[in-house]
């Protein structure tokens, strides 16, 4: 299992490197709301919506170069921080 996990790994990051180095479309940008979640002394959450922003992602399987994966963030297109 960790050997198969590694070659996927490496193939990915071997398809990244020749997506970059051709300047064929190695990133993408997904549409993400974020809010943060503000917890009061009362007990209560406060929630405070942020305007949709468009955040930077890779085409690849695993993360890259500081980026999430495209195929997460259209998963995951809400974002919350508690605070």
Not at 11 to 27: C, E, L
Request: aromatic content about 16%; overall charge positive.
């Amino acid at each position: 299992m960790l050997g198969v996990t590694a070659l996927a790994y490496a193939a990915d990051y071997g398809v990244f490197r020749y997506r970059v180095a051709g300047n064929r479309q190695p990133f993408g940008r997904i549409t993400v709301t974020t809010y943060d979640a503000v917890q009061q002394k009362s007990g209560k959450t406060v929630f405070i919506f942020n305007p949709p922003e468009a955040q930077t992602c890779v085409n690849a399987l695993f993360p890259r170069s500081g980026y999430f994966p495209c195929w997460y963030l259209q998963r995951h297109t809400e974002q919350r921080t508690d605070i």
